[in-house]
């Protein structure tokens, strides 16, 4: 087992195993493979006659998925696309419904623990944060052109960053002498313009989160990656097929709610979650990650119900 397999534990897995009820010969899809925590035991479930679809972004992730498949008794297809690309990909593999489909939004633990991979505001390196090599824009990229108003906007909409017009002011003046490189120098311009020391521990929440966090999802297309995959959903699920998402915060998790209320009213789905499941107290103290996610699973009706 590699290192990254040995450090990575899939955050709500017996939930996730409870609620979407993988059985024998289903095809499963896990829309965001990551490190295949969650797909090793799905597609075990899912058995021989089952069909295992996986797909991420993250060739190098999809490297480190593929060696924890190896046994996994389904049909395994790991394809490397965006979740928002799913009804192309379903369509390619010449699958024509799916029985069980997960998203779990987090970030690859591979992704934050490597800085040259530029997510992580603990460690310096490249202001890249491309979860996908082959995208051409980097965070740098977006840091450096974009207008101040555009800058906060980004911040706000994608994060809920409050202070998101002193932080766009800050890197706007200091792009003027030099252009905003590494991650660091992201930080420490974020520290001045909120006036704290970003290596201070007084704060449960390290202040370059949000901005961060807003600049991953802007890079790799998150928001619109999630509105396309809410949006087919019905349409790639059997009746009787389960979708869960896992959100790890509310830009994410709100679109989730409102899409599965909706499709609720339009006698699309039924909810099995009517409120998001969260970890366990031993979870939480065993597994860091998991404090802040959110499950939320629904079931697609047939046209009987």
């Known amino acids: 087992m590699s290192d990254a397999l040995a450090g990575h534990t899939p955050v709500l897995l017996a939930e996730v195993v409870e609620l979407l009820a993988v059985q024998p010969g289903d095809v499963v899809v896990d829309a965001t493979l990551g490190l295949a925590g969650h797909a090793a035991v799905l597609g075990a479930a899912a058995g021989p006659t089952g069909t295992l679809i996986g797909l991420d972004v993250d060739s190098e992730n999809l490297s480190i998925a593929r060696e924890r498949l190896t046994d996994c008794p389904a049909d395994v297809r790991l394809v490397h696309a965006n979740f928002g690309e799913l009804a192309d990909v379903l369509s390619a593999e010449n699958i024509d419904g799916v029985d069980v489909l997960l998203a779990d939004l987090g970030v690859a633990s591979t992704q934050l623990d490597q800085p040259e991979r530029g997510f992580s505001y603990r460690e310096d390196g490249p202001l890249d944060m491309r979860m996908d090599t082959r995208l051409k824009k980097t965070a740098a990229d977006i ?3 974009l207008r101040e108003r555009e800058l906060a906007d980004l911040f706000y909409y994608n994060a809920q960053e409050m ?5 766009a002011r800050r890197i706007c003046e200091c792009r003027k002498a030099h252009r905003i490189n590494t991650t660091a120098r992201l930080v420490e311009i974020i520290g001045e313009a909120l006036h704290v020391n ?11 989160t949000k901005t961060f966090q807003a600049l991953r999802m802007a890079v790799n297309g998150e928001v ?3 509105t396309a995959l809410l949006k087919t959903a019905p349409d790639l699920l059997k009746p009787g097929g389960r979708i869960g998402v896992i959100a790890f915060h509310s830009v994410e998790d709100k679109p989730v709610k409102l899409d599965f209320r909706q499709r609720k009213n339009e006698r699309v789905y039924t909810i099995l979650t009517k409120k998001p499941v969260t970890a366990s107290e031993e979870e939480r103290a065993t597994n860091r990650r998991s404090r802040s996610a959110k499950l939320r699973v629904a079931v697609r009706l047939g046209n009987e119900d």
């Open 143 to 145: 840091i450096n052109s």
């Open 163 to 167: 202070k998101s017009r002193r932080i």
């Open 198 to 208: 970003p290596n201070s521990r007084k704060s449960k929440i390290h202040p370059a």
């Open 224 to 226: 619109p990656a999630l």
